[in-house]
């Protein structure tokens, strides 16, 4: 079969796909070699950011290893089982030294902002609202102690979501205001008491806690200078404020102020 001669710019457009079939072969060992070779793989790893877990157990709970592809390090998918790991670290963040071969994992752990006491017996809780670990009595004096009509708590998981609305409060509340509280009582009801040292008893929104916090020590302190004994100060509704006497000092009318 007689051959047919190339022109010129045949010969042009064969060398020019030759050439690019050669440089994509050589292109794609170099992407093998690089994918599998010892400068891209996870050489070290370090924590930050824990106090109350432990470094080397947020690496065992990444789930990364040693010799592992960084290229195989999905970020968010190691921040999502750290977290659901540890119920005390609230978010995790990830950075890569590629020329290390680190991976450097940042942590912020969560507060622990109250103590739920039910049934003789306390348990942590988180700024969440998720109980974290059974505590001592004594815990309970560092922080404010919270009860409801649960009775019954899981471990890793929320008391209630009235518990963990308050949690989520007390952690931007200053500690100097909640020295006098000796407890808070979730009512069912949409609203919480705080017992007070002095006897009183505070009654407000569970959503609106942290505001009244701040109204609290003034409305206690305008019935105490006109002289009436520990009673109930609802602060649920606007001012002037609900006061009602206990049923042990006898019958007595509600009285408002506090404006």
Not at 106 to 114: L, P
Not at 184 to 191: A, K, P
Not at 208 to 222: C, D, E, P, R
Request: aromatic fraction near 6%; proline fraction near 5%; hydrophobic fraction near 35%.
């Amino acid at each position: 079969m007689p051959q047919v001669a190339l022109t010129p710019a045949d010969r042009q457009r064969r060398k020019s796909r030759n050439r690019k079939i050669v440089i994509g072969f050589f292109a794609f060992i170099g992407v093998v070699v690089l994918l599998e070779s010892p400068l891209t793989r996870i050489r070290s790893m370090t924590v930050s950011g824990n106090t109350t877990i432990p470094a080397d157990r947020v690496i065992s709970d990444s789930g990364l290893h040693k010799g592992q592809s960084l290229w195989q390090v999905n970020g968010g998918h190691v921040a999502s089982h750290i977290t659901s790991m540890e119920p005390m670290i609230q978010s995790v963040s990830l950075s890569t030294d590629w020329l290390q071969g680190t991976i450097h994992v940042t942590v912020r752990e969560r507060q622990i902002v109250a103590v739920y006491e039910t049934s003789g017996k306390f348990y942590q809780l988180l700024n969440n609202g998720v109980v974290y670990q059974e505590a001592a009595p004594k815990d309970g004096l560092a922080t404010p102690i919270v009860t409801s009509t649960q009775a019954h708590v899981t471990l890793g998981q929320a008391v209630s979501p009235a518990v963990s609305a308050i949690c989520k409060q007390l952690t931007g509340v200053d500690a100097g205001e909640l020295t006098d509280v000796s407890e808070f009582h979730v009512n069912g009801d949409g609203t919480v008491s705080l017992y007070l040292d002095n006897q009183f008893v505070v009654t407000c929104d569970t959503e609106g806690l942290a505001g009244s916090l701040n109204a609290m020590h003034s409305a206690v302190q305008y019935f105490i200078q006109k002289g009436y004994q520990p009673g109930n100060i609802d602060l649920s509704g606007s001012p002037p404020y609900l006061y009602t006497p206990f049923d042990n000092q006898g019958a007595g009318s509600k009285q408002k102020g506090a404006q």
